[in-house]
T-cell receptor
Framework: EAQVTQNPRYLITVTGKKLTVTCSQN?????MSWYRQDPGLGLRQIYY???????DKGDVPEGYKVSRKEKRNFPLILESPSPNQTSLYFC?????????????FGDGTRLSIL | GDSVTQMEGPVTLSEEAFLTINCTYT??????LFWYVQYPGEGLQLLLK?????DKGSNKGFEATYRKETTSFHLEKGSVQVSDSAVYFC??????????????FGTGTRLLVSP
């Protein structure tokens, strides 16, 4: 089954404790992206990656890092989490060859930073 | 910059009522337009899309027509069901600063359908 898998689904942690949210897709997609969803703001893009070793900032990259060492994986790293990063996070992927192909989304990761 | 504006929710309807969720956009060029649906506890799923003016996207009884003259892509369904209760996001795909096409989302509209 084609899917985007995120882990963990839920996490409660404390300010300053480094965490990583993993994202993996099994569709051989070149493009992957991270979004955060906040009430009244919709989804905002954090980082995206066009392919292996190619990443770029989205609209709200501050406080986040990403890496793309393999095509299937695109982890989101919070080096020193802060309460304003409490949010619902989504990973997404799609092929880049056909520009109108929709993105496939993971089921989300709800982070609470205390 | 590019943006999408959706009506605020929640939209509360009785089963079998007619649904309209308004969406308007601002973009340079000719974006593709999408509606995504998010059921409770799940990620976003593509509901329908339209890639050029006057295209009509449709799926599961939902429809939306790409209206370039009014820069709109309103979502409609003739008879909603309880199972349609979800959050609906309008989105456009436009060129970003680097020339890459990025998705821009509206804020989402929650639909609540009661029996």
């Amino acid at each position: 089954e084609a899917q985007v898998t995120q882990n963990p689904r839920y996490l409660i942690t404390v300010t300053g404790k480094k965490l990583t949210v993993t994202c993996s897709q099994n569709m051989n997609h070149e493009y992957m992206s991270w979004y955060r969803q906040d009430p009244g703001l919709g989804l905002r893009q954090i980082y995206y990656s066009m392919n292996v070793e190619v990443t770029d900032k989205g609209d709200v990259p501050e406080g986040y890092k990403v890496s793309r060492k393999e095509k299937r994986n695109f982890p989101l790293i919070l080096e020193s989490p802060s309460p304003n990063q409490t949010s619902l996070y989504f990973c997404a992927s799609r092929p880049t060859g056909l520009s109108n192909q929709p993105q496939h989304f993971g089921d989300g990761t709800r982070l609470s930073i205390l | 910059g590019d943006s999408v504006t959706q009506m605020e929710g929640p939209v509360t309807l009785s089963e079998e009522a007619f649904l309209t969720i308004n969406c308007t956009y601002t973009a340079t060029g000719y974006p593709s337009l999408f509606w995504y649906v998010q059921y409770p506890g799940e990620g976003l799923q593509l509901l329908l899309k339209a890639t050029k003016a006057d295209d009509k996207g449709s799926n599961k009884g939902f429809e939306a027509t790409y209206r370039k003259e009014t820069t709109s892509f309103h979502l409609e369904k003739g008879s909603v069901q309880v199972s349609d209760s979800a959050v609906y996001f309008c989105a456009l795909r436009a060129k970003g600063n680097t020339g890459f096409q990025k998705l821009v989302f509206g804020t989402g509209t929650r639909l609540l359908v009661s029996p």
